[in-house]
């Protein structure tokens, strides 16, 4: 007997609503590969109407005092916490997590960024007034853009679509947010309680495919356009955006750097590379999952990283002992074993590299060691459970390997040596170095990369600023 799929629906203009021409594409839950659901699949009328809405709703969110946009944001943020366990259970169909890591590392930080931001509504900064030409008092206004054409990824659907729109609407601005094509649950789920607080038109959701996305970039109203994703998919936003000029802001992809010393605890930093190498399926742009280690320590590093991901466990939602659920979905799953398939002759699987299971998209925690600076995958983004090591001879060596890369987001150095950790932290071309430590994230501090993981900054008031313009009034004072 076949069982009738839920419906998710677009939220625009305060209400939810299907796509204007009726279609939808099924939702999968990565735990089983079967569909749960099925979300509009939008097209030009429904960001036309998204759009509309936005750009009405703008003027008067413009006007509301900071106090007014805080005020709101708190209720939002009251909202995540009372309604904490429906989100949690939309994220789990989405993504697969388990339970009770959603619920401890997810939740929580995310009702801290919109409370902060929240808090920076009011903080707006800029140059003190003054008279910097004879007869002529200058001031600089900090204004919001205008309408925000946001995309959120599939990794980490809730938490990303708060730092696309609180940030956002923060500043005064009003949001058009899409989810992932195969994520949508829980971004309807924030529709629904964020309506109820927001002005209608200020925050919209339209679900849709990269075709959805590609006509939000390329509508005439957004004046920024802000993505987060792949590469490739970043490089298209900023070709759309480039033909009338839109502000862009993209965080995409990572290969970070985990620089390990031989004066380090091997130990202490395997158990918490491991922890930051598979979490969430290795399915993070931060993820440590490209480890260099010191000749001096690395068949040691090597070993015990191997019995620590052959212990490490991957399994249903409800399962407490597991750290990571399944791949988000089958294409990923195809990407992460078409890497371990290529790898070449010299490279040595310490651990995993195998499929789980014969349903859904679960992976094994894996160890790759032996590889080459050129290889392919320490060049390009696997985004799943997979941890490489090399070996390096000295700091010289390890800050060309670690640089030698097209991604530039996070990096981290593990080493008690304290001048050594600061040159380290100097030479890494990296948008975060962690020192001893790896993918920690707190709502005070930018998170944003350089070279091809994109540019612009989420979180912090550097990011709260790039949903910002600046403007500079000059005044006569003989008038």
């Not at 371990?340 to 499929?355: C, D, S, T």
């Not at 459970?385 to 090399?390: A, L």
Request: hydrophobic share 40%.
């Amino acid at each position: 007997m076949s069982t009738e799929l839920r419906r998710l629906r677009n939220h625009i203009d305060g209400e939810f609503k299907d796509a204007a021409d009726g279609r939808t594409t099924d939702v999968v839950n990565p735990v089983t590969g079967e569909a749960y659901a099925t979300a509009p699949l939008s097209g030009k009328a429904d960001v036309d109407a998204a759009m509309a809405a936005a750009a009405a709703a703008f003027p008067a969110w413009r006007d509301t005092t900071p106090a007014a946009r805080q005020k709101a944001l708190l209720k939002i943020a009251d909202a995540f916490e009372e309604r904490a366990e429906e989100l949690i259970a939309a994220e789990v169909e989405n993504t697969g997590k388990p339970i009770g890591l959603t619920r401890s590392e997810e939740i929580p930080p995310m009702v801290d960024q919109i409370r902060f931001f929240a808090g920076a509504a009011r903080m707006l900064e800029g140059r003190s007034a003054g008279e910097y030409m004879e007869g002529l008092t200058s001031i600089v206004r900090r204004e919001p853009v205008g309408v925000c054409a946001q995309v959120a990824p599939w990794n980490y659907p809730m938490m990303m679509a708060v730092w696309k729109f609180a940030p956002a609407i923060a500043a005064g601005n009003t949001v058009v947010l899409k989810p992932s094509d195969t994520t949508p649950a829980s971004t309807v789920l924030i529709a629904d309680i964020i309506g109820s607080i927001l002005p209608k038109g200020v925050f919209n959701v339209i679900c849709g495919d990269r075709d959805t996305g590609r006509l939000m970039v390329e509508h005439p109203t957004p004046a920024m356009a802000s993505i987060t994703g792949s590469v490739r998919a970043g490089m298209s936003v900023a070709e759309s955006a480039s033909k009338d000029l839109k502000r862009v802001h993209l965080e995409l992809g990572g290969k970070a750097p985990v620089v390990v010393f031989e004066d380090t605890d091997v130990a202490k930093a395997v158990e918490e590379i491991s922890v930051a190498g598979f979490f969430n399926a290795g399915q993070d742009c931060t993820a440590a999952t490209r480890v260099l280690v010191h000749e001096g320590v690395h068949d040691e590093f090597v070993a015990a990283l191997a019995k620590t991901a052959s212990e490490t466990k991957t399994g249903q939602p409800d399962d407490e002992d597991v750290l990571f659920g399944p791949l988000n979905n089958p294409n990923q799953l195809k990407q992460v074993v078409g890497f371990i398939e290529r790898l070449p002759a010299h490279a040595k699987v310490e651990a995993g590299g195998h499929q789980v299971g014969d349903k859904g998209y679960f992976y094994a925690p894996t160890v790759v060691s032996g590889l080459k600076q050129d290889d392919e995958i320490i060049q390009r983004e696997v985004f799943g459970p997979v941890i490489t090591v090399q070996s390096f001879s000295d700091e010289d060596q390890a800050v060309e390997w670690a640089n030698g890369v097209e991604y530039a987001l996070a990096s981290s150095v593990w080493t008690k040596d304290h001048g050594r950790a600061m040159r380290m932290s100097k030479k890494l071309d990296f948008g975060c170095v962690w020192i001893n430590t790896h993918i920690a994230l707190v709502a005070e501090m930018p998170h944003g990369g350089f070279k091809k993981s994109g540019y612009g900054k989420d979180l912090s008031g550097y990011g709260f600023d790039d949903y910002t313009r600046i403007k500079h009034v000059m005044t006569s004072l003989e008038a």
